[in-house]
């Protein structure tokens, strides 16, 4: 933990946060994800904190995480910016409920577990709320930036994390972006871990208004996706 912390120039205190972190997550009775023991730290520490390498999300101000699952990468950025606020919207009552016990247990006092559909908290309260929005391992990327956009500020970004490129997956992103006042996605390729494979960062800066009649209502942008 201090060998990552110090890569990417954390506050002294984030390697025992990601420890503690990491303890309840093994702890945990209930967890959302497979991924726990040794390989956690690789797969869900290391590969969140690969975010950081984005300026604009290295500096954000307000972070909404979609999608949150079991926490990451939302938990890992809370540690890692502690000035940051860290929304980590997860549809999921018992996955919500899950984070909050994983925050409290680490100390993570500015990440808070936010139960509700990405397209009606973007409709209320999160609507151009936040300075990025981070999605991992959540959907097509023109699904996420339908999801991203209303919630973002202009100049915001978004930050997907993916595996290996699908070029029609990224066209349809493009075409979804240039919909929704984004810019056309940047792909990072990133190692977050010696020997990591096909792990690439996409980002969609936003650079206009939302348009009117975004976020649709829930699950239209999965069930009819933006062309």
Request: aromatic fraction near 4%; hydrophobic fraction near 45%.
């Amino acid at each position: 933990m201090r060998e990552l912390a110090a890569r990417h120039g954390l506050a002294e205190d984030a390697a025992e946060r990601f420890e503690r972190l990491l303890d309840a997550l093994e702890a945990e009775p209930d967890p959302p994800t497979t991924v726990r023991g040794a390989d956690a730290a690789d797969r869900h520490l290391a590969d969140s904190l690969t975010g950081l390498a984005v300026p604009e999300l290295a500096g954000a101000a307000r972070i909404a995480d979609l999608g949150a699952g079991a926490g990451f990468p939302g938990l890992a950025l809370a540690v890692a910016r502690p000035d940051t606020q860290v929304d980590l919207i997860e549809s999921t009552t018992r996955k919500c409920e899950v984070i909050d016990r994983l925050a409290s247990a680490a100390g993570i006092g500015n990440a808070r577990a936010v139960p509700e559909r990405a397209e009606d908290w973007a409709a209320g309260e999160g609507r151009e709320a936040y300075d990025a929005v981070t999605a991992r391992a959540l959907a097509p990327l023109a699904v996420i930036a339908e999801y991203a956009s209303p919630l973002l500020r202009e100049g915001g970004v978004l930050v997907a994390w993916k595996g290996s490129r699908d070029a029609d997956e990224e066209a349809r992103g493009t075409s979804a972006a240039d919909q929704l006042g984004l810019s056309p996605p940047e792909v990072m390729r990133v190692e977050p871990f010696e020997g990591a494979a096909n792990r690439h960062l996409h980002v969609l800066k936003k650079v206009a208004p939302t348009p009117a009649g975004f976020p649709r209502r829930a699950g239209m942008a999965r069930k009819r996706p933006l062309k």
